[in-house]
């Protein structure tokens, strides 16, 4: 019987109550904690707590009676030490249960605001994977003008020497940027033939047509940072479908979000 006793005590303090609550106040009380500490809100302690609720309310709800032997008699010193470490440590899961509460509908907040965001990043990066994989279309060009648009050091004998970037103006409009090594053979009023994607129209190549020298873009949203889309799609997808942490998951969002804005700089 003391035994019994002792369970007793220890289950309806799990849930918060008194000795003697009645069958109504253990059921209301374990639907409250059950659905507070409940492992896809409550992720502290990996279903712990639940489950140490849900073991309570199953021996309650089978003896829902305090033993009736003894039961004003005076608690000892060392009960009442364990009375008041079992109240303070479920004080600081209250605390903490209710902390991740927030934070969770803090997330559930952000993550709907930005849903639309990651959308765009993701069909975005899409176009420009099926922009890429489609053939490119061509277009005869003059070029109109070259301009210097980038110095900087080259290290590349051993010795810090002055290099150039260039940007030869088209007659379409658009522009094209080269290095050093183009300078002697792009020439103002010059034929070309330009290579450029049919969707996002960007420039991949520029040809003469009288010697077939081929200049290929310095760099693009193709060029040197087309590793970015695959990225991009990867992160916005496991952002929607794989991955459950929160934390991970805004981390994702952040990372997909810088990636689109270099990716409209380069286009842009």
Do not use: C
Not at 140 to 145: A, L, Q, T, W, Y
Not at 159 to 188: C, D, P, T, V
Not at 214 to 229: A, K, Q, R, T, V
Not at 238 to 265: C, E, H, P, S, W
């Amino acid at each position: 019987m003391a035994r019994i006793k002792k369970t007793y005590a220890e289950y309806i303090s799990v849930l918060g109550l008194r000795l003697g609550a009645s069958s109504e106040e253990i059921k209301e009380a374990y639907r409250k904690l059950a659905k507070q500490y409940h492992p896809d809100v409550y992720k502290l302690d990996d279903g712990e707590r639940f489950k140490e609720i849900s073991a309570a309310f199953s021996f309650l709800r089978k003896n829902p009676d305090p033993p009736v032997q003894n039961q004003a008699r005076q608690r000892t010193r060392e009960n009442e030490y364990e009375r008041r470490r079992q109240a303070y440590h479920q004080r600081k899961q209250k605390k903490e249960a209710e902390e991740a509460t927030r934070k969770a509908e803090m997330y559930k907040w952000l993550f709907a605001r930005l849903r639309l965001f990651a959308l765009v990043i993701v069909i975005f990066n899409f176009l420009l994977l099926i922009d890429y994989l489609l053939p490119s279309e061509t277009e005869e060009v003059k070029v109109s003008g070259i301009e210097t648009v980038n110095r900087y050091s080259s290290h590349s004998s051993g010795k810090a020497n002055l290099a150039y970037s260039y940007k030869a103006i088209l007659s379409n409009g658009m522009s094209f940027r080269f290095e050093k090594q183009g300078i002697a053979k792009i020439h103002r009023s010059d034929e070309f033939l330009l290579e450029r994607s049919i969707i996002f129209q960007q420039a991949q190549s520029l040809s003469s047509k009288e010697d077939k020298v081929i200049f290929y873009s310095e760099y693009g949203i193709f060029n040197i940072f087309g590793f970015l889309i695959p990225v991009a799609i990867i992160l916005i997808v496991g952002y929607f479908y794989f991955v459950k942490n929160n934390d991970y998951r805004l981390t994702m969002f952040l990372i997909a979000a810088v990636i689109f804005a270099v990716q409209l700089v380069l286009i842009f």
